[in-house]
């Protein structure tokens, strides 16, 4: 392929190469080619893009605007975003693998967050404390100032708008930190933000390394929030960091290893269908992918017949080509995945689909997997308790209700749970039984942006869309005047 790319860093409103004029590859996932190169920042860019930010800050052109004209240059972006959809939805495809209906999705959810906190910005009301009758007493939402936000490869623009745009709503500025395997889309979003009239350095983008830039921006004494979405180990890293300079992280959003519990009332033929398609969803590299499969005992062997008669009509390819499923990330990412489904197998389960990357050229070249059923998976086992972010399934059965909730509940993670019924009250009781931040009855996607999303246990906490996001990017400040 010839290189498409090569983009520098975007810090106050300009294009501009490192400091020391060092770029990275960054590599198509489809064919395992150069698809171009990015600016690889470090320390003393990051160092720029804060200051860049904190100018922007406590500048008339951002400070000083009024909160509807905030919400205006918010709407403009998303005008620009939409204009722009279809170059976007393809640079999406072709960094990060996914299929192009999948890359206009999120373009589309992008779109989507910037108009949704465009209309919040001036609707972030205070409120009055009644402390006494000669005293006047308000509290107010203020910015927080620089937010740093590190995102991760596998929805870099969507995980990217989701915290951003709210942070930008409240008033603050940002600088951004994509992973460097993605760094070409959110460099768009910052560019067009510029076209849109944002003042130079409300939206700074320094791409590179996690343990470069990443860790510069993370352990930066300049900003006053971060915002991380990630792995569990670098979460950590990331929280060290920020607790040396006492930063607080409003958001860490870790992953997840949901589980879908298919109860024996429910429509098995389309919970088969949908788990199925859900779990090749982006390639399975989701934080909230269904990949635990409850199913009553009785039902398994036909359930995993569906299963696994879906998962043999889903085609792969080049995310250009729109097939059902792209590539995996990166050689890393492949490699990890492969090696769980030995060790899951080494464990005792059984792989009733998949289980390998595809030995035919093209298919070969990239980082592709086949979608993959295990049976007979059990507590314990790696495939069950950690996240292989690929699109593996591991079906396990259950008994009873209360078996169900305990499995599902058996994990050190909390993102999010699919219930299938059609008992209203089962709905309810499980739902509010399961130690997770987000569940999902019957299907149907269900990460609305004007909803909390987030985590609990190792999934991380803090919670982004609606107004929760609002307040996590806003400080709380009382007023007390004596009349
Ligand atoms: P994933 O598991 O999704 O690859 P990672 O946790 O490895 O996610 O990376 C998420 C983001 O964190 C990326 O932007 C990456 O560059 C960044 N990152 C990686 N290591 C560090 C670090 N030590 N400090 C700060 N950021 C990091």
Not at 55 to 70: I, M
Not at 129 to 148: A, K, M, R
Not at 171 to 178: I, L, Q, R, Y
Not at 230 to 249: D, F, H, M, N, Y
């Amino acid at each position: 392929m010839d290189v498409e790319f090569n983009t520098g860093l975007w810090i106050a409103g300009k294009e501009a190469p490192a400091e020391d004029g060092e770029s990275f590859q960054v590599i198509d996932p489809a064919s395992a080619e150069i698809l171009g190169y990015a600016a690889r920042g470090k320390i003393g860019d990051v160092d720029r893009a804060i200051e860049a930010a904190r100018e922007a800050f406590y500048s008339p052109q951002w400070r000083g605007l009024k909160p509807e004209e905030r919400g205006r240059l918010m709407f403009r972006l998303a005008q620009e975003l939409e204009a722009e959809k279809d170059r976007l939805a393809r640079i999406l495809s072709l960094e990060n693998g996914k299929t192009l209906d999948q890359a206009y999705d999120e373009v589309g959810t992008t779109i989507r967050n910037f108009e949704y906190f465009a209309g919040w910005a001036d609707k972030i009301l205070g409120s009055i404390v009644p402390v006494s009758p000669d005293v006047f007493d308000y509290i107010l939402h203020e910015p927080l100032g620089v937010v740093g936000h590190i995102t991760p490869w596998n929805y870099p623009l969507d995980i990217f708008a989701r915290g951003v745009a709210p942070c930008l709503a409240v008033g603050n500025t940002v600088v951004a930190k994509p992973a460097e395997e993605t760094p070409f889309s959110t460099l768009e979003i910052a560019r067009l933000a510029s076209k849109a009239g944002f003042p130079d350095g409300v939206i700074n983008v320094i791409t590179g390394y996690g343990k470069e830039a990443g860790e510069a921006l993370a352990g930066h004494a300049g900003i006053q929030a971060l915002a991380f979405c990630g792995s569990i180990s670098v979460g950590k890293e990331v929280l060290a960091a920020a607790a040396r300079q006492i930063t607080p992280v409003v958001s860490l959003e870790l992953g997840g290893k949901s589980p879908l519990i298919l109860f024996p009332d429910a429509d098995f033929e389309r919970a088969a269908i949908a788990a199925a398609h859900s779990i090749c969803y982006n390639t399975g590299q989701s934080c909230g992918a269904l990949s635990r499969f409850l199913v009553p005992e009785e039902m398994e062997e036909w359930v995993v017949s569906m299963v696994q008669q879906t998962l043999g009509s889903i085609r792969l390819g080049r995310g250009l080509e729109n097939p059902d499923m792209g590539p995996l990330i990166s050689a890393g990412q492949l490699e990890r995945v492969l090696a769980y489904l030995q060790e899951g197998e080494r464990e005792g389960a059984v792989i009733r689909h998949g289980g390998h990357h595809p030995v035919d050229e093209p298919l070969s070249k990239g980082f592709f997997v086949e979608p993959t059923l295990f049976v007979g998976a059990k507590p314990g086992m790696r495939i069950v308790e950690e996240e292989i972010f690929g699109p593996v399934m591991a079906v396990m059965t259950f008994s009873s209700e209360e078996e169900a909730v305990e499995l599902a509940n058996g994990s050190n993670y909390g993102l999010s749970a699919e219930i299938w019924t059609r008992d209203l009250s089962r709905a309810h009781r499980v739902a509010s039984r399961l130690d997770v931040s987000h569940v999902t009855v019957n299907g149907g996607g269900g990460f609305g942006i004007q909803a909390p999303f987030g985590g609990v246990k190792q999934s991380g906490f803090g919670r982004e869309g609606g107004w929760d996001s609002i307040l996590q990017y806003s400080r709380v400040k009382n007023v007390w005047i004596n009349l």
